[in-house]
């Protein structure tokens, strides 16, 4: 029986009582049912299971190299992982710039031309 077809039963079975509220948990998921307002369920941060807690979370692209930006990717585009977002050039040299995981670029904090320290964050990146 799936979770959802349990919750269903669940919900029919309180119906047919005169409980005000019902909650009901195991180690994987609570459910919490309510006929008053008066009754009303914590609000909890949601959690879910399998997934990396920061996968939400922006990620940096920092300068290989302290550099001139040569080329760098526009806001929105896609970049695979080990993928090319943009080039630095160091002198009479081009080096790419590369994002270790893959996303899509939310925030560009330098533009082509600019100077950039060795680690300064150049691209923002949202993790998918």
């Known amino acids: ?37 008066a009754f009303r369920a914590d609000m909890q941060e949601a959690a879910v299971r399998g997934t990396d807690v920061g996968a939400a979370e922006p990620i940096e692209t920092p300068a290989p190299h302290l550099g001139t930006i040569a080329a760098l990717a526009a806001n929105g585009e896609t970049i695979a992982a080990g993928g090319v977002c943009g080039r630095i050039r160091v002198l009479d040299d081009e080096f790419d710039l590369t994002s270790e995981q893959a996303g899509i670029v939310i925030d560009r904090r330098a533009d082509i031309g600019d100077l950039v320290e060795y680690g300064q964050p150049v691209l923002v990146l949202q993790k998918r």
């Open 1 to 37: 029986m799936s979770l959802v077809t349990e919750a269903r039963v669940l919900l029919h079975q309180f119906l047919k009582t005169d409980y005000k509220a019902l909650r009901a948990s195991t180690p994987t998921i609570e459910i919490f049912f309510s006929r008053d307002a």
